[in-house]
């Protein structure tokens, strides 16, 4: 694809394509046999979306970018405290072939050094050298989301010559950092470093510990979350031998080079990206590596400690009951006691990831609530995680709002909080799976409260529908003459979308939803609005001729006066005066309806 | 203050408030008269909101942390390049007072060590001692928010016994990476260690870092923000002497400890911690200001690398103009013209700080909305902060959008890009400082350009209103008798909220805004809504008999006709057919606006 963003790519790669300073690794010779022109760039998101330019499909082998993926298989096997008692984590201020053991505890400095990764690879659990071997090409291969191979050649060549490393093994032997046999952890280690990547692969594996150790485009967990911030950490401090302190300052993103020529960074949360380039500076890092790295975080603003000010924007928007309510539709005089008393009732409404400065951000907000409050609805709808940390927080604020004798409700359909901390006797939340069902118990409870007949228990007389406000008893007779009555079973269709219109409809007892048909199998499609006893239905159509342009559902067993398009058209021919009080009054109701509208959509777009 | 965060401040500070490991420093015995109890954290948020608890208003000297600020100093003062040629960003792998100078360059290996910290002060500019000290002193002060002293005592004992500095000070002379007087140098660092603060101070200088330069109580610039993530990045590898890559891997936040008890850590765009407990470990971190650091990052969550993953919640919503329109109320059918083709016309709205990934989303939408598209309408409104490299991308997106024919509208009330580097004539992008201006606008554009007489450029005339429609000539002309005219200038408010309903207006020509009454000194209050002509306004308060619930003004000479609530009434006694037909027609244009309003709340819901 040829977006804007694959476009700046290419323009980088096109500004160092001819860039050939450095060298190819020659310290066995099958490294010299690559391309040293070779040269690729691949970004991937942690929504497992990618860009690649250059020779991003160009097999290499992956050497030390193996170290920290090798820590992470540790860190998931044994924990971090038995890692900690063998590999420390302190930059060494010295070569990646450096010894640097502690003198003090005999732990390798870092995992990223060649004693420590040795160490490293000596805890990879398995029974002999293919198993072990294999678990670890099996991880990387989950990592990158393909199935990796080996270059043998290489292999059998680093194995071959790799007398230095075999000396580090024996002196972590000797200081019991590395289990016997040391031979075999040798040869996986060299084996390991021999494993063939593209710079694509590399992208989706910096993707993954980018995306919290889940691979964004196969979807599989490949690091345990809590790991995923120590190989990150790691990386910074010791990824890119004693470049790393430069690479923090200049680039800003935990990285990992190997002298195959690929360099791979992480920016968490974001993206993954990697370079190829075989050509090395004299510390071993890719030279057209750097040198991209430099520019795509300069142009991209990349740099960790760049990060952009946490604005306010967990708060999608707040607002009480009184300005915005449920749909379901009611008696005049119920909307009216909810705009009286709905200001007790804070609707929260939370987006994106909820982390402690967001969750801040609420625990503000609702201090400064509190007491003019004595129910919040936290609306979690659009928020994508919330982490433990933060899930904590968010449980004492629920036991305040509980001993205040105050009511919460936690709208939260995808269920990202973890409700049965939130279920114990002393937290009084109460979950719902949407908002305008919490909104509807909301208003149904200040009714309870307010209103002294609050609902209606056998029929609404046809008398005391606001259609028929202002008739005389004389005028009430001949309605009544026109009426018809009818009753539906609980879950009946009374209207179908689509249909001409034929009544009116009065609702004597009962309650109906209107939806939209349904586009699935489901049996009811999305429910935009629901009416009351007392509330007339069906209304919009009869006066202006249009398709019904909703399902009408009873939601359980209803009663309902039906008044019939041909008894208003009698009516405007024999009695206009009659005619003319109905339709001031449907006028009367559409107003009333069309300025709650109104006061919603100016609430809703502020 | 006691919300729920600062009842978790307060458990931590329990914790730990009885633990009482490590010594005051004593290399000089001023140091030894601390309170070796004292205890104090402090949190501060990026929008200036802190949290304090236990000895955060005692005074200690900083030592150690002011190298950060110094060396953020003559990044401002000297710029990356002239500093880079002085001092190195490596970690040195070795103790702070180590002379770790590098053997090739002579560059003392970065600027946390004392080496480092000695020629990042021989650069801060000024004439002499007390100018040079007092430009220190003074910045220091705007990073704190306060104005700061020197505990003297501790400064002359510093200055009476720091042989080691001195020869340190001598060695970099010799190598070039300090000049003369050396003497000069080596005071004012004595002195800059030994000016006093208090854990809240450091708090606020460590938020004024996480707030990209700017101190977040007082608003106040304090370091350029391109070198922000050059101290953070040091403060990360070497921040906390030889325990930096511990202090990465546990905690996970770039900081900065100092012998006299005092630790600040930084959470980028998010908050400032400090810790003050004098007690400290052989590194020379303070005991308590480690262990509350590494529980408050695992309580808070607030490790660097456990970034939480982006979601796309960049994008508030988009919505096309045929489902979410302006409030401007036309006629009937140039409503269904604006359903018919506003497809084309595509809304974004953004939220929150647009940084790259953020960008990236965007991109993607329009990359696959390009083809079905042809004006989009992007809506920063919400937006508060668009770096200057995501500007960059949003300047590519808008040429491609230029470049096919389309055209761009943005919406930047609050001015978060750099209009001028848009405005050049190959980019085709119209600014807007209002979305429903800009939606107004495109709404005229589909009219013009889809409906044959769009405009009426004389008076509509009366007959032609939805108002009379079905009426036949005879009702017509006695219509006609009843209705008065009258032409308004420009800016004459036509209707005053509160007011009694006297008349409907009829919009025979010219434009008329609705308007909430203002609440400040602006001559209108917020536009809520707009007609056309052949449009009429004011009929529910008529209808219904409520008071005018807001101003109407003439935004250009405009006529109308008046039809009064007289009229009305007395046609509901004489001709109850006329009447009962124009209410009837009036029912009609609010259903047709209720519908609109029932499928603008959806989409506003959805």
New interface residues.
């Given amino acids: 694809?040829d977006?804007?963003?694959s476009?700046?790519l290419a323009k980088v790669y096109e500004n160092y394509r001819g860039f050939n300073e450095g060298a190819v690794a020659d310290y066995i010779p099958e490294l010299t046999s690559v391309d040293p022109n070779w040269y690729g760039i691949c970004v991937f998101?942690?929504?497992g979306?990618g860009y690649a330019i250059g020779d991003a499909e160009q097999p290499f082998t992956i050497q030390s970018i193996s170290k920290a993926f090798t820590f992470g298989m540790i860190l998931d096997d044994h924990g971090p405290k038995a890692v900690d008692a063998r590999i420390?984590?302190?930059?060494?201020?010295?070569a990646f072939n450096s010894i640097s053991l502690d003198p003090e505890t005999g732990r390798p400095?870092?995992p990223m050094i060649n004693a420590g990764a040795i160490a490293a690879t000596g805890m990879v659990q398995g029974s002999g050298f293919e198993d072990r071997f294999e678990r670890i090409r099996s991880r990387f291969s989950a990592f990158a989301g393909s199935e990796l191979s080996v270059d043998e050649a290489v292999y059998r060549s680093e194995s071959a010559t790799g007398f230095r490393n075999r000396a580090i093994a024996y002196l972590l032997r000797n200081v019991e950092k590395l289990d016997d046999p040391v031979d075999e952890a040798v040869e996986v280690y060299f084996k390991q470093c021999s494993i063939l990547v593209t710079c694509r692969d590399l992208a989706v594996m910096a993707a993954s510990l980018?995306?919290?150790g889940v691979n964004p485009v196969t979807g599989e967990r490949v690091l345990q979350p809590e790991n995923?911030?120590?190989v990150?950490?790691?990386m910074?401090?010791?990824g890119m031998y004693?470049?790393?302190?430069?690479w923090?300052?200049r680039v800003?993103l935990?990285a990992k080079s190997g002298v195959g020529g690929g360099v791979l960074g992480v920016?968490?949360?974001?993206?993954g990206v990697a370079v190829f380039s075989p050509r090395l500076d004299v510390k071993g890092n890719s030279v057209r590596g750097v040198k991209t790295f430099v520019e795509l975080s300069?142009?991209?603003?990349?740099?960790?400690?760049?990060?952009?000010?946490?604005?306010?924007?967990v708060i999608?928007r707040h607002y009480k009951l009184s300005d915005v309510g449920s749909n379901r539709q009611r008696l005049k005089s119920h909307h009216d006691t909810i705009r009286e008393h709905g200001d007790a009732v804070r609707v929260i409404e939370l987006?994106?990831?909820i982390?402690?400065?967001a969750m801040?951000r609420l625990?503000?907000l609702?201090?400064e609530l509190f007491d003019s409050t004595n129910t919040f609805v936290v609306d979690l709808t659009?928020v994508?995680?919330i982490?433990?940390?933060?899930e904590?927080?968010l449980l004492?604020?629920a036991s305040?709002i509980s001993d205040a004798g105050k009511r919460l409700i936690v709208i939260d359909p995808s269920e990202v909080i973890d409700r049965g901390r939130f279920d114990s006797e002393s937290v009084n939340v109460a979950f719902s799976s949407d908002l305008d069902t919490a909104l509807e118990f909301c208003e149904d409870q200040l009714i309870d409260k307010h209103v002294e007949a609050p609902m209606v228990s056998g029929l609404v007389p046809f008398h005391d529908f606001e259609l028929f406000q202002s008739l005389d008893s004389n005028e009430l007779s001949r309605i009544e003459g026109l009426l018809e009555m009818e009753s539906f079973d609980r879950d009946c269709k009374i209207v179908e979308q689509g249909e001409d219109p034929d009544y009116m409809y009065l609702l004597a007892k009962g309650s109906v939803g209107i939806h939209l048909s349904p586009s699935n199998g489901a049996p009811r499609g999305q429910r935009?609005a629901a009416f009351c006893p007392g509330v007339c239905f069906g209304d919009?159509a009869v006066?202006?001729g249009s398709n019904r342009?909703a399902d009408v559902w009873a939601n359980e067993p209803s009663t309902c006066y039906l008044f019939s398009l041909a008894s208003l058209a009698r009516l405007?021919e024999e009695e206009?005066?009659i005619?003319?009080k109905i339709?001031?009054n449907?006028?009367?109701i559409?107003?009333?309806?069309?300025?709650r509208?109104?006061q919603?959509?100016?609430s809703?777009?502020s």
Same sequence: chains 1, 2.
């Fill in positions: 694809m977006n804007t963003i476009r700046i998101t942690t929504d979306y420390g984590v302190e930059p060494s201020g010295e400095l870092n980018a995306n919290g995923v911030e120590k990150l950490s790691v910074s401090t010791c004693d470049y790393s302190g430069e923090i300052f800003g935990p920016l968490p949360g974001q993206l300069q142009s991209f603003n990349l740099h960790l400690f760049n990060y952009p000010v946490v604005s306010g924007h999608r987006q994106g990831d982390f402690f400065t801040e625990v503000r609702q201090t659009r994508s995680l982490d433990r940390a933060t904590d927080i004492t604020v305040d935009v919009l006066v202006d342009s405007a206009p005066v005619h003319s339709l001031r449907i006028l009367l559409n107003i009333d309806r069309l300025r509208c109104n919603e959509i100016g809703l777009k």
